[in-house]
């Protein structure tokens, strides 16, 4: 393979910022991913062009170790803010203990000051230990549980297929409205689609409102897990359509939109933040796992 564009020595690996414009580097870095964290995403295409990849190969070519970053739109208190947001740390199990991870990380926190200078870093790790030394500290997201009271009687919601769904998401992109004003991602069109794509959610589709409805039913529950429209409807009017039995309600994002009052319960998805809490996370919120990375 041409040898990727050597940004740095780490003899005898090369680093390369340009990994998914040299179709083998791509290949190869794609075969770490499913190395090191043994799946083959349904999401495609693999690597994902939204996320800029940093790697270093051997010099015939293979690709010992990986991490991603992208920018990410935030709604925080009602502005639009940029954070970066990381992913897919991962070194080939061969290589391990030398270093290469530290070294990606170094580079990756550049790049994060390169493209959004004093910008917050999210990332999500089951491993504090391992980001606590580059500055990251726990960041604890909350749901939201409260009654399910008075439904709007309405016209029962549609359930709608997976394919049908992204097509409901492409069609609201341009348009489509933060589901909360206190917290969340921006548009967020490729991170939803992946995740849909990925998850089996149940999607539901509400004419009325002309909106789209990720939940999770648990008996009596019901788990908001995110919602895709222009206008978010009222917690009523989407329990009228969704659920009128359902005794209690949880949603997976600050419910501010949703004229409706509920608690927050802490729920740790091992949110990790680098740089200064905005104000709006440091009052329980949550980001979707329908905007997880
Ligand atoms: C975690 C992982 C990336 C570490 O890679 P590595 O190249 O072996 O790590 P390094 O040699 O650069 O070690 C860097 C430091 O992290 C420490 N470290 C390594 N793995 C660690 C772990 N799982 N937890 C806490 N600390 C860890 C090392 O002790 C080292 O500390 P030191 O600098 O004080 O010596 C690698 O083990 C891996 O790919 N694991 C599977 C995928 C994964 O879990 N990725 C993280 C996703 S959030």
Redesign the pocket.
Known sequence: MSNPRNEGSFSPFSLSQNVLDDPQAADAYARLLQE??DFVPRRAPVPDPHWHVLALFEPQGACV?GIEIAKLGLVLDGEERVAMAM???????S???????????DHALAACAQRAAAAPIL?????E???T?FGFAPLVQHAFVGLALSPTPSAAARPVSRAEAIELIDRHAPSRAPVSLQCAVRGGTDLLRANVEESDPRLAFLDAVDALVIYEREEAEIVIVDIVAAVIPTMATIIGALAPDARRVRTLFPPDRLAWDATPVPDDTGLMIRGEVPPAMRRPFMLPPTTGF
């Open positions: 090191v964290f170790a992913r897919l740390a991962g070194v080939a199990p290589h391990r203990g030398r270093g290469l991870f530290r070294t990606l990380m990332l999500y790790t089951e491993d230990a391992l980001y030394r």
